[in-house]
DNA sequence: AAGACGAAAGTGGTTGA
DNA sequence: TCAACAACTTTCGTCTT
């Protein structure tokens, strides 16, 4: 995310994933939110400026920085009151059995509250659902941020009404990962979420449809920091199949191929020049494409950029 | 022996009538 | 809805290091 912060620099903020300038600046949660597409486009930045400098449009943001950070992935936002379960008071004595009924009849109505309605109901159960998911991908937070934001989208929308919860938190996540530019194949997801990759391709494709959401496609150099370091690849060799990758984007090398083939090409003629050399085995397992098409991909690839590799 | 190569047949998804 | 199609996979025999 530091990277992110540097390219956006001095606040000349707009959202890498659609371009739209309606951001809402969160300080509370210390996080900037899309407003058109929902994406976390950063989190984590420090409010540097003193209190009284939000003036304008931050006025209607409350200015006082104390309580716990509001997060999405807590199906109230972490907003509630929770009322503990020990029959103690606060100097740690035990409380009269008198107030302890009281005790318990608040306790009561504190669940019924918190978790009211049927809204409420489904977000606790996809939320949790969701960090589930996220943590067996390793996930950073802002993309499980982006996946709840999404969530809460669709069902205000109503749009999980014939689906499986499950089915439409994967589908969230998904888009998410792609949003962050940290894509995921969908076999990927589909493994951590136990659930079959048709679906979630499916419920992906109408959740994106329903709520006007466009997702740029994927390009290959966003696999390349994560298939580099699934390798042990040094950032040398990151840096030369971006290189590599650049290059072929702009001689239409990659239009039509699947991302994961051409990232997974480019990285092995990239660890053949450095001289870290990956087998295509090796790099067809991390990539989840075969031998075969990284064969096909880098085949093409040297061929047009003219880059000659010796065994 | 491991890795790379490439032909051939099979598979799943998209497109256009 | 169906057939055509391109990309990709699987499989397997051969070549190279």
Request: with cysteine; glycine share 6%.
């Amino acid at each position: 995310m530091v990277d992110s912060i540097a390219s956006n620099s001095e606040y000349e903020l707009k959202c890498r994933e659609c371009g739209g300038t309606d951001l809402y600046h969160d300080y509370d949660r210390a996080e900037i939110i899309c407003n058109n597409c929902g994406l976390v486009v950063d989190y984590n930045m420090i409010d540097s400026g003193p209190e009284w400098r939000a003036f304008d449009s931050e006025q209607v943001v409350k200015r006082t920085r104390t309580g716990a950070p509001l997060t999405y992935l807590i199906h109230d936002k972490g907003l509630s009151t929770t009322i503990d379960w020990r029959n103690k008071d606060s100097s740690g004595r035990d409380i009269p059995s008198k107030q302890r009924a009281q005790l318990y009849r608040m306790r009561k109505w504190q669940q019924r509250i918190r978790v009211s309605n049927a809204k409420e109901r489904n977000l606790t159960i996809a939320l949790t659902e969701l960090n589930k998911i996220a943590s067996k991908l390793d996930l950073p937070k802002n993309v499980r941020e982006t996946a709840a934001v999404v969530y809460r989208k669709a069902v205000d929308k109503g749009l999980i009404r014939g689906r499986s919860i499950e089915g439409v938190v994967a589908a969230c996540i998904y888009a998410a990962c792609r949003k962050c530019l940290v894509p995921r194949t969908l076999d990927e997801i589909a493994e951590a979420a136990m659930i079959d990759r048709k679906e979630i391709g499916r419920i992906y494709r109408f959740t994106l449809r329903e709520l006007g959401i466009n997702l740029s496609p994927t390009t290959p150099i966003d696999y390349i920091p994560r298939f580099c370091s699934a390798l042990g690849l040094s950032k040398d060799v990151e840096i030369k199949a971006i290189d590599i990758l650049n290059k072929a984007m702009n001689m239409q090398l990659t239009s039509g191929r699947g991302p994961t083939g051409v990232a997974a090409a480019a990285i092995y003629i990239a660890s053949v020049l450095i001289g870290e050399r990956r087998t295509q085995q090796e790099i067809s397992e991390v990539a989840g494409v075969t031998e075969v098409t990284i064969r096909n991909r880098y085949k093409e690839i040297a061929e047009k950029l003219e880059i000659e590799i010796t065994m």
